[in-house]
């Protein structure tokens, strides 16, 4: 099982998720390029001008570590950077669990990203102008959990460690791109974890998910917020469980 971090986080987010599949899995987590304690000088803008620079390095871990048939679990962005990396591998794998993911964050036609692109404007050009503040600012609406304090006091800490220079480079990657059309050649059974009340990832991006997956399911789950592995990780772990479960059984009927 491999766990990646979304967007201004690192490995450290997965703590209460990542004991209940020790006994079950080889568990790998890792600090995305530029995230965490990761190399700082290994990012290269060019590289990581799209999400698929991130997708090499996740193929290049399951190469060095020999990993074949992994369930690969990704919050927010890195759902895509699993997505990416399945498509072009897809032995590496055996499902996906995707944390409040995004395929696209803007609104577009009948896609509801959640979005507006004035909207996503005005948050890159916030971010670039005063990354503290924006920092400061969104870390509470993300984790959707204003009654904890230590929770969202944690995502802070978390985005204000990052690069300044990095993390911009990084968020208008993210918040740009659109991975619809992947999405669509997933041949992986795929589980969609949405939470209520999510800023970043609306429940219409779910629903989407589950129409345009070939073989997903669907969880809504109680939690708010977008990272329910910290702010409910007892009810991630149980939709995990479950969906794990379903597929092994239905791979031991083949």
Same mark, same amino acid.
């Given at each position: 099982?491999? &766990?990646? *971090?979304g967007?201004?986080? $690192?490995? @450290?987010?997965?703590?209460y998720?990542m004991?209940?599949? &020790?006994?079950?899995?080889t ?14 000088s290994?990012y290269?803008r ?7 620079? @991130?997708?090499?390095? !996740? ?7 020999g990993?074949?048939e992994?369930?690969? #679990?990704?919050?927010s962005?890195?759902?895509?950077i ?9 032995s ?19 896609? #509801? ?9 005005? !948050?890159?050009?916030? !971010?670039?102008?005063?990354?503290l503040?924006?920092? %400061? ?18 995502? +802070? ?7 300044? $220079?990095?993390?911009? @480079? ?6 740009m791109?659109? *991975?619809?059309a992947d999405?669509?050649?997933?041949? *992986?059974? #795929? ?12 429940l219409s991006?779910?629903?989407? !998910?589950? @129409?345009?997956?070939? *073989? ?16 409910a990780?007892?009810? +991630?772990i ?6 794990l479960?379903?597929?092994? &059984?239905?791979?031991? %009927?083949?």
């Amino acid at each position: 099982m491999i &766990l990646v *971090h979304g967007f201004g986080c $690192d490995q @450290h987010m997965w703590r209460y998720v990542m004991p209940a599949f &020790l006994n079950e899995f080889t568990v790998i987590r890792y600090d995305l390029t530029g995230s965490g304690r990761s190399d700082l000088s290994a990012y290269d803008r060019d590289k990581y001008a799209t999400l698929e620079g @991130h997708a090499t390095d !996740l193929l290049e871990i399951c190469d060095a570590l020999g990993v074949q048939e992994a369930v690969v #679990v990704g919050h927010s962005v890195s759902a895509m950077i699993a997505v990416l990396a399945a498509n072009r591998e897809p032995s590496r794998f055996s499902s996906l669990i995707m944390v409040s993911p995004s395929p696209s964050y803007l609104n577009d036609g009948d896609y #509801v990203g959640g979005f507006e692109r004035e909207e996503i404007d005005e !948050l890159l050009e916030y !971010l670039d102008l005063n990354f503290l503040g924006w920092s %400061k600012k969104m870390a509470a609406p993300i984790m959707g959990h204003p009654d904890n304090l230590v929770l969202t006091e944690e995502l +802070t800490a978390n985005f204000c460690r990052n690069d300044p $220079d990095i993390a911009k @480079h990084f968020g208008r990657v993210t918040f740009m791109s659109d *991975h619809r059309a992947d999405v669509m050649l997933v041949k *992986h059974p #795929v589980l969609v974890l949405q939470c209520q009340d999510d800023i970043i990832a609306p429940l219409s991006i779910g629903q989407w !998910l589950d @129409h345009n997956l070939q *073989h997903s399911q669907l969880v809504v789950m109680e939690a708010t917020g977008h990272c329910p592995h910290l702010s409910a990780p007892d009810e +991630t772990i149980a939709a995990m469980r479950i969906f794990l479960t379903a597929t092994q &059984l239905a791979l031991a %009927k083949q």
